[in-house]
């Protein structure tokens, strides 16, 4: 167990810092042995307002309530570390292992260069992409028989297959899987590091990747009808931004009218959304510039439209 106490001395301080570096704006003036300043990835200050203390094991922002134990920061933003007495890492714990992770691991460097072209030829920046817990530009020891696996918490993970399937095993031909400890847990993954005003609302996680990479928050729900997952994350924290559903081209207006009518009691005040029609292509993962994903967003629009579009006139003149 982490000892949650101003006795952790942290071992090779200047590493985690650069870590850290890869993944917030550091303040590079207001700087003391121990003591950094970032951007509070929870307010939308645009200033270096969030104290990092290695010497008391301590975070916290001069201008909102964010505030907690360092070693749980760094754990929670992926950021490996070590202490005098221990080495902690954002890695899950045996005692809380919740599902079966795959197994028969095996290393494969066709695999590799397939995943980096796939990423490539869509637009994404591998550098950047390096602020998410995935594989295989960092670690190419986790791949499961051709799939790429993005961790999303401690119980469940995300994977894309790469290359055809090869021998006994039977996913039925899925290019995406999911494994979760339960069915019916509400499984949503955020990113809320850009402090942008519109948080994306999208069906899988490189559409999240690719809406992060380009400058707005959002969180994946993994697919249109997932909507408790949704409820989950809005139920999770207070949302002051504008939420827009930015789902993929094949979604029919009736879908998004049936998303919306189960989960408009949630929804913060202002909710917009991206009609099919107006997406350039399948879905923002396959976008390959930020101008094209910030002109599909601009075309958004409000949840009354939509309603009111579904109304005939006898309806209306009733």
């Known amino acids: 167990m982490t000892h949650h106490t101003s006795k952790i001395k942290f071992v090779n301080v200047e590493s985690v810092i650069s870590e850290i570096s890869k993944r917030f704006p550091v303040d590079p003036i207001h700087r003391e042995k121990g003591h950094i300043m970032i951007r509070c990835p929870s307010c939308p200050d645009r200033k270096y307002h969030l104290g990092l203390s290695f010497t008391k094991n301590l975070y916290s922002c001069f201008r909102?309530?964010?505030?907690?134990?360092?070693?749980?920061?760094?754990k929670s933003n992926g950021i490996k570390f070590r202490t005098e007495n221990q080495v902690e890492t954002s890695e899950i714990t045996s005692e809380a292992l919740k599902i079966?992770?795959?197994e028969n691991i095996h290393q494969d460097h066709d695999i590799i260069k397939e995943a980096e072209k796939y990423l490539k030829d869509?637009?994404?920046?591998?550098?950047?992409?390096?602020?998410?817990?995935?594989?295989?530009?960092?670690?190419?020891?986790?791949?499961?028989?051709?799939?790429?696996i993005f961790y999303i918490n401690d119980y469940a993970f995300y994977a894309r297959r790469f290359l055809p399937f090869i021998g006994n095993w039977n996913f039925e031909g899925q290019k995406h899987i999911i494994r979760k400890s339960d069915k019916e847990m509400k499984l949503f993954f955020a990113y809320e590091k850009n402090n942008s005003n519109?948080?994306?609302?999208?069906?899988?996680?490189?559409?999240?990747?690719?809406?992060?990479?380009?400058?707005?928050d959002a969180v994946c729900i993994f697919g249109k009808k997932k909507w408790a997952g949704l409820a989950a994350y809005l139920d999770s924290?207070?949302?002051?931004?504008?939420?827009?559903?930015?789902?993929?081209?094949?979604?029919?207006?009736?879908?998004?009218?049936?998303?919306?009518?189960?989960i408009k009691t949630k929804m913060p005040t202002e909710i917009t959304y991206v009609d099919p029609k107006d997406?350039?292509?399948?879905?923002?993962?396959?976008?390959?510039?930020?101008?094209?994903?910030?002109?599909?967003?601009n075309k958004r629009k409000n949840i009354n439209s939509l309603f009111l579009n579904t109304f005939?006139?006898?309806?209306?003149?009733?």
């Open 312 to 318: 005939n006139l006898e309806e209306i003149m009733q």
């Open 64 to 74: 909102c309530p964010f505030r907690g134990f360092l070693t749980e920061f760094l």
């Open 279 to 297: 997406m350039p292509c399948n879905d923002i993962a396959e976008i390959k510039d930020k101008g094209t994903l910030i002109k599909t967003v």
């Open 198 to 216: 519109t948080i994306l609302v999208v069906e899988s996680m490189f559409n999240l990747m690719k809406a992060a990479q380009f400058g707005y």
């Open 122 to 148: 869509r637009g994404f920046d591998l550098e950047f992409l390096k602020n998410f817990n995935y594989w295989p530009i960092t670690n190419k020891t986790d791949f499961y028989y051709g799939f790429l």
């Open 237 to 262: 924290k207070s949302v002051n931004h504008e939420v827009c559903l930015c789902f993929d081209k094949d979604v029919k207006l009736e879908d998004i009218e049936d998303f919306i009518t189960r």
């Open 100 to 102: 079966k992770f795959p």
